[in-house]
């Protein structure tokens, strides 16, 4: 399904879904055999995905169907209760943060980006700047508004654990201060496990920092695994290279820990399984959590209309990377926060088992 998409009958049930934006986006929660994940809903395969979320019946039960086929109940998380909620300064609540799968509070803390305004340098898949645009959030959260969301969350929807990500303001930092700012703000305010997600900074000092700002568990996203597809996906990003990475991963866990580090891999954009499972071997011996997720086309970008993994294809990637990380003891329920910890924009944590 997270594949292929889901065709909803009743597009209004549950928390809204999500278009445009950073994360993972053009997506809706779904619930079904006590697991919550993100499916795509707003893309091209999904209007026409053999998978279809009927009406609710008299008995308010949802049927997810394949092909006319029956595969049981699944319902959609409610819509959270702070989002009816705005700022002392008259900013909407789910402006400035947004549910993601049940329980995790998700923020874009600066939604802009150097490279995003030019097509030789912009990530291919990112559409940051379109939930702007189109005025569903807005550019600059304070740490102000950051604290009183998150508190908000914890207290009237159960909120467990908060994902900050950042556009990358500049070529030093890279956003680290900006999280850092956040990160202190929120935890002064409210008891909650957070992840900050930002490009590797120039001074591994800021792991440091953002470390006691706060911080529980970082995230700095490869995307891609192999030069070619970096440099053709992410032309601006590849400038910072993989050995870079690698050299800011090690640098992290020292600070956060075995595990607290993770990466986001994006399958599907041209690396070979063998490639990804070859980085994932590299990641995992530095103690580096490497979170698969199949890539998802997001309308208003150059690869709207890029086909999705399919589900043989993840399968085939998951199987032995789940094997993987059970043999080196990197399990998702082991990650204080964020998206590894939530798991709901891939199957992986499913093959930890």
């Known amino acids: 399904m997270q594949s292929l998409g889901l065709r909803l009958a009743e597009p209004g049930r549950g928390a809204p879904s999500r278009r445009g934006g950073a994360g993972p986006t053009d997506h809706k929660a779904v619930s079904l055999k006590g697991r919550t994940v993100m499916v795509p809903v707003h893309t091209e395969s999904a209007r026409h995905s053999p998978f279809v979320a ?3 019946g008299a008995d308010g039960v949802i049927r997810l169907k394949r092909d006319g086929v029956d595969l049981g109940a699944l319902s959609f998380p409610d819509a959270p209760r702070f989002y009816a909620l705005q700022t002392f300064d008259g900013v909407p609540y789910w402006k400035i943060a947004q549910l993601h799968g049940r329980d995790v509070l998700a923020t874009t803390v600066l939604q802009t980006c150097v490279r995003y305004g030019n097509r030789r340098t912009a990530c291919q898949f990112c559409a940051i700047g379109e939930s702007l645009a189109a005025g569903r959030t807005i550019n600059r959260k304070s740490p102000e508004q950051l604290a009183e969301v998150a508190r908000a969350a914890v207290l009237l929807d159960g909120v467990r654990h908060m994902v900050m990500t950042t556009g990358t303001p500049n070529f030093t930092d890279r956003g680290a201060q900006l999280l850092c ?17 930002c490009e590797p900074p120039d001074d591994p000092v800021w792991f440091t920092r953002l470390k006691a700002a706060g911080v529980d568990a970082l995230g700095m996203h490869l995307e891609a695994v192999t030069p070619h597809v970096r440099a ?5 990003k590849a400038a910072v290279s993989i050995e870079q990475y690698l050299a800011a991963f090690g640098a992290a866990v020292a600070v956060f820990g075995r595990g607290q580090v993770s990466t986001y891999i994006l399958a599907g954009l041209g690396d070979t399984p063998q490639a990804i499972l070859q980085m994932c071997e590299r990641l995992v011996a530095l103690g580096v959590y490497p979170f698969v997720v199949p890539f998802v086309p997001v309308s208003g970008t150059p690869l709207a209309l890029h086909a999705a993994p399919s589900a043989p294809f993840m399968r085939d990637l998951l199987e032995p990377l789940g094997a993987m990380l059970v043999a080196a003891r990197l399990r998702s329920a082991d990650i204080k926060a964020g998206c590894g910890r939530c798991g709901a924009c891939s199957s992986q944590s499913g093959y930890e088992a």
């Open 54 to 56: 009927e009406a609710a």
């Open 181 to 197: 700012d956040s990160a202190f703000a929120v935890r002064a305010a409210v008891d909650l496990p957070l992840q900050a997600q």
């Open 232 to 236: 053709r996906i992410m032309p601006g």
